[in-house]
């Protein structure tokens, strides 16, 4: 075991299958000889060599068009797309080709693409560089979504990802790429070493794809959640004293409704939570599902707490993301409701 | 807010319904008049290909000029059979439509040549990445009739398992990708493939199609760069049939310069050739191929031809292009090109033209009736809709699972 | 008064704003001309000229692009996307430019483009002819997105979304261009001429944006939908033989929950529906919404039919389209259900 | 999989961290030696401007040739001064970044003669739409440096009202559009605007600007196509400055022909001008916008010039180039070239120059000082939060009339 942040994990699980898979290719905007933006690809050049980590032109539709033809061709690519806002520009090739391959030719041909993305805000990135926009992929047919939220699952589930021989959409919540966050940015950054899923296996390992996780187990109210939220709604949850369970349910789709239902139908009350817009978001998904699951054991409307539907706003980004103030009064309302 | 002229600049077709057709337009070049150079030329000293127009047979249906492939009567015959071929076949599926019996078709009348001489020129371990008016290639390599049949009638024997309209054919085994839908998207999956062979050190090469109207997309855009930037091993062509629907090329941009011109700006070499010409087609398709083999990067070729009937069957040309177009199109009917070619040589006569179509037609119809017993649009046997659950994954996940389920319970319900 | 379908009706919208305001241009592909496709603009060029009609490129980025700037330059722009399946390829410029200028500008700038696109399923279009992608613009901070079911409508909504000085996405549901559509595709095809909703005013009027109607009023049940499945619904609930409440959305954003609210209050039952992929769809938020609003009131778990988690398969079109018989069955669930 | 070798093409750089730099690939062409063609020659006609370097300034400092667009030394002095604004402003803005004072920060080290002697060709009517680089049209364009400070710092009086990123400043007054952030979507937006101007019959153009990297992108070929097929009366200007991020423009398809041939293929004339020499630049953007004005519709402008400083404060290029290599570049600095012209032709001293350049310190000090006033990020007045929620519609719809009402709420509780 090792210690290592997202960043390193995401790095280790991308050595890991180039070294075991020589099909393995990366390619993306700076992730060659500069070893990515976020430094998620660095090394990997000297490593693999400029023809399995290749630099990319400024073209994510072209990124994504390249990598599905490449894939079709029996490689199996991973795509880094610089920020998940810019990848709108490929958005056509994601819909209309690689989510849709295998179904249109009967399964005579797909392409194991996977995207990795860094996404969500709290780095004062603005309204550009702090996007979270799982929910329009996870209504996309034929992809699979997912969105780690420590370093351990962030290496299996990518391990995972790059072996599905189904396109995947990555999602790494880069406020948390060195550190967990409880949502208080005026506190000192915390490392991933203080973190027990920081402790990650340096050697090959999976966590598989749609499956939830129950992160704390508790009686009184359900916290579902994703991403750096994970991290928020713990504290949150501590910060009211309510006995919460807080599931990450990490696989965006598929999704693992029973670990979600059966926490719900023991708790009787559910508050959904993430960073992206909240009209026509994922958490309506995640509530409209829970709803169903459970109607007869809620006590209470399951509360969402989401972004504001407005654009991402660099000056009141923290007013803009759904901190712990938020999520705690989000908790409070859940449980005071009387049923 | 009009209170003074517009000065937009609004391209003009040069005819519409009732005026007289005029391809003055066109650049046409005389057949041989054009250099071949050698495949390893520099992109600059070659850009003389992408304005003229490669031609090799004549007036008098001589095949002439440095890019006469030579090519043996025999395997012309066998061309010509191909391209007559795919028109009874867009013939015989055009009224089978009309007749509702399926819900949709596009044919490729007039464009035979592009994917009979570009299939026959290209090696079987070439991928292809056709656009939906290239089912002449999938019959060159070896996909059946009643198969192709089949699909366009998503019966029980259909390829796509019904899932995609007629004519979005694909073969894995004959190396053709299968169709979007949406135009444009398989040019930068074409170079991507091209990449991995690359990567791989592979001679396989990939080429793709799009017409005219599609060059305007992104991802048209995307594919040159890409090529450009990696020298894939790629032949992207356009088949500029001068109609995208209503509109006429010069609303992709036709008006000033060749789609062949279009990656000049990048160092891609573009090839312009009459596309109606299968001998001229075929060269320059062999020569791309050829170049891209060696490590010489991606070539675009901009086939000059015509869409001789009307976009789909969804689709009425006589409102907005005269209807004798296509027969004052100055460069003719490809079929009928080649075999005045061959009837010059003392290869082939009228009697065998029409035998042969007569035989054509017969095997059309043969094909056809065996595919209906695959089952029609009407009757049966039917495609079990539980297999719409199918393939949208490796393996499907429990919420399609419980889908299917309640899909079937409804369906058996009532 | 007169009697029109829905492309009449909106062929009329365009040529009462047209006449109007000179201002008003219509940029798409084959939409001069030719007069589109779906001859929603036939007879405009005519009238107004090229230089107010415009064949376009065949590049939806370039055409909801270059409205963008039309509009910032004063003009009031419709652009036409030929099929809703199309829209991707301008995905980036609907988020990264339409939905955002006013916003990262500060009320500057801005550009009243209008997109109108025919969505849906049940013409046989197969997968790129027939989807619904409301959902995903439905989450795109700073856009409207509307979609009539009828041709009075349509018209209305249609002037209103040109007149309005914020960005719409106006998806017309092509299946019921030519007439209302109960579901049952073996019946003869209807006419508008037997709807009174196929009684549109030849003249100027407005429907506004984010107000639902209330189609059919019922005591027992409250069926929320919008597009096509609207007289799908009122026709299943005639099947089943339920008093139900039919609510056309009508508006997807804003969305006018108070009309929702009081319906599903009175009756303690729901039933929400579309054509589009279920996961992720705009159902969910529907749903999510109204279990919030109406949790008290609430006797059953809200039901939710849709389009299956696949793509649009042409052979299937029947048994993937939300029909009658889905409709009805749905229906019937959210009424067994005890509370 | 990697059993033979890779035949994929790599670009790769001149130089890498380490080495020398190594500018051989540029074509440079003498100062004077690129005719000036009439504004109305057709594309065909002058290719070799897409190829060849416009330059006025030899290596003595003297402005010669065809292109010298005979300025006013007065007017040369205020040009100068306006690159020096921007170079002393960047300066400036870059540190107090690193203070910690504000979030983010993007300089134009080195291609400060692109907005100033672009802006100062252009009329205040004709409308911008920048890229992120391009600060000086901003200054030029009479918008105030405490208001481009108070942007960066999301304060009380950001013309943004603190809702993007440090430098994505807008003017409607100064005519210059918003920045989106996403690369590249401002091109069509420029077009679309150039076309609405040519509708209503104005004389009024657009221009933009992208950098090298970013003409891989899908809207370039919008722009390029739109602009083609309209004959809209835009200027499309790519800043070469060498790289995006740690890529060199070989990664964006530049390795064999230079981008201001891209548009050919469609008929829109390129030229290519030393991006650092003044007067070279504003003499193609008067000889591009008078073409413009005219009817004769886009041109592509490649601005050959080099990156001097990082990508932004996010970025560290010693990792991926040789940290001399703006010393090394060919084509210099446009200050110092601008400053030794003047000096040559008398107009201008050292002295003057340094006095000039306490003076700007002087006024940008003055204007962060009085930026401060409105707020800082740690210390007020601060924005208030509830204007988060204006301007997403014309209208505030109330469901963000009750987000906000709760986010006041949340806000004061606890
Ligand atoms: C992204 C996208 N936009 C629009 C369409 C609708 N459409 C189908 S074919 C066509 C015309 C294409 O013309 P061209 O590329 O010249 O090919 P041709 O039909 O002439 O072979 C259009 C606009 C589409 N299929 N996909
Ligand atoms: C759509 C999109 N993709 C990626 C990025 C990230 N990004 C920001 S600037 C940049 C490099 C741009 O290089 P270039 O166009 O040459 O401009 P320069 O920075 O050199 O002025 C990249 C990749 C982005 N902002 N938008
Ligand atoms: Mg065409
Ligand atoms: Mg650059």
Redesign the pocket.
């Known amino acids: 075991m090792a210690q290592m942040n997202m960043i390193e994990a995401i790095r280790s699980g991308l050595d890991v299958v180039m070294d075991k898979d020589p099909g393995v290719v990366i390619l993306g905007?700076?992730v060659g000889y500069f070893g990515g933006v976020f430094r998620c690809t660095d090394g990997l050049q000297r490593k693999y060599g400029e023809h399995r980590v290749i630099d990319a032109p400024?073209a994510?539709g072209g990124i994504i068009g390249a990598a599905i033809g490449m894939g079709v061709n029996g490689l199996r690519p991973v795509a880094e797309i610089?920020?998940a806002d810019?990848i709108y520009?490929g958005f056509d090739q994601v819909v209309s080709e690689l989510a849709r391959l295998r179904y249109r030719s009967a399964g005579e041909f797909f392409s194991p693409v996977t995207i990795r993305t860094p996404c969500g805000g709290g780095i004062r990135g603005g309204q550009?560089h702090s996007q979270s926009p799982e929910a329009i992929f996870a209504h996309i047919a034929g992809i699979k979504t997912v969105m780690p939220s420590n370093p351990y699952d962030a290496k299996g589930m990518l391990i995972s990802a790059i072996e599905s021989d189904d396109p995947v959409v990555f999602f790494e919540p880069k406020r948390i790429y060195n550190g967990p966050f409880d949502g208080d940015p005026d506190k000192p950054a915390v490392p991933w070493t203080s973190h027990p899923k920081g402790e990650v296996p340096e050697g090959y390992y999976t966590v598989p794809l749609g499956s939830a996780e129950v992160v704390q187990s508790g009686e009184e109210l359900t916290i579902v959640t994703y991403g750096t939220l994970v991290h928020v709604a713990q504290a949150a949850a501590e910060a009211t004293g309510v006995d919460a369970e807080v599931i990450d349910v990490r696989s965006i789709f598929p999704l693992d409704t029973k670990t979600l239902s059966n926490s719900v139908r023991k708790t009787g009350r559910c508050l959904v939570a993430h960073e992206a817009t909240r009209f026509s978001g994922y958490g309506a998904e995640l509530t409209a599902r829970i709803q169903k699951d459970c109607f007869y054991h809620l006590e209470a409307p399951i509360g969402r707490i989401a972004g504001w539907d407005t654009p991402y706003p660099h000056a009141f980004e923290w007013q803009y993301f759904p901190g712990k103030k938020r999520l705690a009064a989000g908790i409070r309302k859940v449980m005071e409701t009387q049923a | 807010m009009a209170s003074k002229k517009s000065r937009l600049h609004i391209p003009r077709p040069t005819a519409r319904p009732g005026e007289e057709p005029d391809f003055s337009y066109l650049n046409l070049t005389p057949a041989g008049s054009v250099d071949k150079p050698p495949v390893n030329s520099r992109t600059r000293d070659i850009e003389y290909l992408s304005e003229d127009l490669v031609r090799v047979l004549d007036e008098d249906h001589k095949a002439v000029g440095p890019w006469n492939p030579t090519i043996d009567p025999d395997k012309l015959q066998v061309a010509l059979r191909w391209m007559l071929l795919n028109r009874v076949f867009d013939d015989r599926m055009w009224q089978i439509q009309r007749q509702g019996r399926i819900s949709f078709y596009m044919q490729a009348a007039g464009e035979e040549a592009v994917s009979i001489a570009q299939g026959m020129a290209l090696r079987p371990g070439d991928m292809c990445f056709p656009s939906y008016r290239n089912q002449g290639l999938y019959m060159l390599r070896g996909v059946k009739l009643v198969d192709m049949m089949c699909q366009c009638l998503s019966n029980t024997r259909d390829m796509c398992k019904g899932r995609q309209l007629p004519i979005m054919y694909h073969s894995k085994k004959a190396n053709i990708y299968s169709i979007s839908g949406n135009l444009g998207t398989q040019y930068p999956n074409a170079v991507g493939w091209a990449m991995a062979s690359a990567i791989r050190g592979e001679d396989h090469i990939a080429a793709s199609w799009l017409g005219d109207g599609s060059t305007a997309e992104a991802d048209f855009h995307h594919a040159l760069t890409f090529a450009a930037v990696y020298q894939a091993p790629v032949i992207l062509n356009v088949v500029n049939n001068q109609w995208a629907i209503s509109t006429f090329q010069g609303f992709a941009g036709g008006e000033r310069r060749p789609f062949a011109a279009r990656g000049l700006g990048l160092g891609i070499p573009g090839i312009r050739v009459d596309g109606n010409d299968l001998l001229a087609v075929y060269a320059v398709t062999l020569w791309a191929a050829d170049r891209a083999r060696r490590g010489g990067g991606p070539t675009l070729i901009e086939l000059v031809t015509y869409r001789g009937g009307a976009h789909s069957t969804s689709d009425d040309p006589s409102k907005y292009r005269p209807k004798d177009e296509w027969s004052a199109f100055p460069l003719g009917d490809p079929i009928e090109r080649l075999k005045q070619h061959l009837i010059t040589e003392g290869h082939w006569s009228e009697q065998k033209h029409e035998a042969l179509t007569e035989e054509l037609k017969t095997e059309v119809l043969a094909a056809w009736k065996e595919a209906q017993k695959a089952g029609t649009m009407t009757e049966g046997p039917f495609l079990d809709p539980a297999t719409m659950f199918d393939d949208v994954f490796a393996e499907m996940p429990p919420s399609l699972e419980s889908q299917r389920r309640y899909m079937l319970e409804i369906e058996s319900g009532e």
Chains 1, 3 share one sequence.
């Open positions: 905007e700076d400024i994510e610089q920020f810019y520009p550009t």
